[in-house]
T-cell receptor, first 114, second 114 residues
């Protein structure tokens, strides 16, 4: 049973460019959340997708957008990259109807903006 | 506004002894708490959770204690093993949201010395 998979694992982009990160949830999960983890900090919630819609959003600008596909996989898009967007981006999946459960995380995508 | 705080950035414990990691929260809406462990180059791995209807939850060597009046929780690992060396994150959420939108602390780096 494959867990949460993310691609790519590493990425280097230039300021002002756009980037797309991808996530496939754990089998049986229907909800995908994205987190940004800056160096030395805990993960910060970006947004959550369920039934192909953004359901909740954290304190991130509109440059951060996403999408969920019918097979529950998801993309995170970041436009007009800034140096401060350099971070580890984590995808987590869970099963929406089950409240008392944990989220499973992927290994992350390390984004470096130069 | 740091709603979940782990005030010890690092902790060093002798193998076989007890490791105690602490976490404080400020948001009284939080009633579901989780601990994750993270190795370098991997995503966070779920360890143990507790909801506010309990004050203790055990799973093998791991026990989480919740003190709602003090808005404090702790993770006890006994006995500590070298493989427990990792960064530990405390996370919280309103139970109505389950694991859908987690607020993380900054993490505590635990080192188990042989």
């Amino acid at each position: 049973d494959a867990g949460v998979t993310q691609s790519p694992t590493h990425l280097i982009k230039t300021r002002g460019q756009q980037v797309t990160l991808r996530c496939s949830p754990k089998s049986g999960h229907d909800t995908v959340s994205w987190y940004q983890q800056a160096l030395g900090q805990g993960p910060q919630f970006i947004f959550q997708y369920y039934e192909e819609e953004e359901r909740q959003r954290g304190n991130f600008p509109d440059r951060f957008s996403g999408h969920q596909f019918p097979n529950y996989s998801s993309e995170l898009n970041v436009n007009a990259l800034l140096l401060g967007d350099s971070a580890l981006y984590l995808c987590a999946s869970s099963y929406f109807p089950s409240l008392n459960t944990e989220a499973f995380f992927g290994q992350g995508t390390r984004l470096t903006v130069v | 506004d740091q709603q979940v705080k782990q005030n010890s950035p690092s902790l060093s414990v002798q193998e076989g002894r007890i490791s105690i990691l602490n976490c404080d929260y400020t948001n009284s809406m939080f009633d579901y708490f989780l601990w994750y462990k993270k190795y370098p180059a991997e995503g966070p791995t779920f360890l143990i959770s507790i909801s506010s209807i309990k004050d203790k939850n055990e799973d093998g060597r791991f026990t989480v204690f919740l003190n709602k009046s003090a808005k404090h929780l702790s993770l006890h690992i006994v006995p500590s093993q070298p493989g427990d060396s990792a960064v530990y994150f405390c996370a919280a959420s309103p139970l109505i949201q389950g694991a859908q939108k987690l607020v993380f602390g900054q993490g505590t780096r635990l080192t188990i010395n042989p």
